[in-house]
């Protein structure tokens, strides 16, 4: 697989928007309205696209990768880069996960030298937990919010 990295532009940010996933996956649809835009605007989103520059999917680092409650539970004072990530839904489920993943790990890792790889997941996504845990990553913290329970999950260098 052929994978490419591109800066967000508003056009990307509603399609990624309009984007609908099967349950219980649902939970990360979203709507296109101003506030969603501005997020994926605001500079730590990038899209992949594939070899023939179709939208693959995202990602983010920073701020933007972490669930904000998590703070309250001090699940993000250890210094790492976060990372959140979103697979276009027509991909979802047909082996693509690994190899999306580990570039999305060889761009960050190249632009944050030694330092760990920290995300969050919903603990209900098991199919992505088994996926992060094949790439290296160990659980870490647990968290609950009013719509989900995460876990952070930290990939150390290697």
Known sequence: MNLHVKDMD???????????????????????DEE???????????????EEGGLFGFF???????????????VYNE??????LGMNPKYVGNGYGYDF????????RELNHDVPIRLSVATFNNRAIRLYENLGFVKRDKFSTNSADFITMIKKDE
Do not use: H, R
């Open 60 to 74: 983010c680092t920073g701020e933007a990768a972490c669930v904000p409650l998590g703070n309250q539970f001090g």
């Open 36 to 50: 969603g835009i501005k997020e994926l605007l605001e500079g730590s989103y990038k899209v992949v696209t594939n």
């Open 79 to 84: 210094k790492c880069t976060d990372m959140g």
């Open 10 to 32: 508003e056009s990307l940010a509603k399609d990624i928007l309009l984007w609908q996933y099967e349950k219980p996956y649902d939970f990360y649809n979203n709507e296109v």
């Open 101 to 108: 993943c580990s570039f999305i790990l060889a761009y960050i």
